[in-house]
């Protein structure tokens, strides 16, 4: 079944995504759900297929710059720095949509997030498709997302029609989302771009609306079936250790190198649940560069009843 699923035919996928159908999209965050973002029926199997709610907005993924000024009806100046900055690469803007760009695809929003993902199969095929791809993470919504073409394929099955394998992610958090829609820019989802690295381009302001506006803004998110528990040290971590089944229990300190541990977050994670572990210990980084973005998606992974914070 693998074999016939995934593959690295970037025509075949072109076919498929013509005639609205579902394409597996390596990026170097995440692998991605790919649809044509101007078929409303295909984007709707998008939201079928991963039982994600219609009101999420979807990450519109294009080819260039030039082709992300086309879908927004004001291109603001924040956007053209941190596009030409940062492109291709993992960020996303949010812009004012153009009048052609599905609601469906907006959550029912005036906004649009747009990004030119950092990977060479996925600039291949949005180059030869000429149009905007909507795509987000290739896994049933809230859960863990795929880092692997093997991911996508294990949590979506033969619902996908067809699968890009374009090797392991090599970001493997999703991008950081920033709001230019405003006089000052706001990061709504911190990412592989670091927070750092966005106020060297331009100044940032405070999201002070607490709705979601973007993918990956909810609190409940990027979840195993394992009970997360996160910790600030390792010490306390292994303290509140002791008393449990060392078979079913499993230690990770993300503070030792974050760059290096961002990389295989989600993939320890699957192995946990693959493991038959049932309580996972994990000792955050620092909140600064990329471990910003590990602690929200570790926070959020742990934000349910049986997970919890320390």
Known sequence: MSQQVIGNDVDRALEILRNGGLVGLPTETVYGLAADASQKKAVAKIFATKGRPNSHPLIVHVASIEVARQLCSLWPHSAE??????????LSVVVNKAPDVLVEVTGGHQTVALRVPGHVMAIELLTHFNGGLAAPSANKFGKVSPTTAQHVLDDL????DYILDGGPCAVGLESTIV???GDIPVV???GGITTEDIQKVVALGVDELGISRAPGMLPAHYAPQCQVTLFQELAEAMRASETFDAATLRVIDASINPLVFASSMYAQLRQCDIDGIKHLRVVLPDAIGI???IRDRLTKAAHGPKSQSR
């Open 81 to 90: 720095l941190l596009g030409s900055t940062y492109w291709p690469g993992p």
């Open 157 to 160: 099955g033969t619902s996908v």
């Open 179 to 181: 709001d230019c829609c």
């Open 188 to 190: 709504l989802r911190p």
């Open 291 to 293: 471990g910003l973005a």
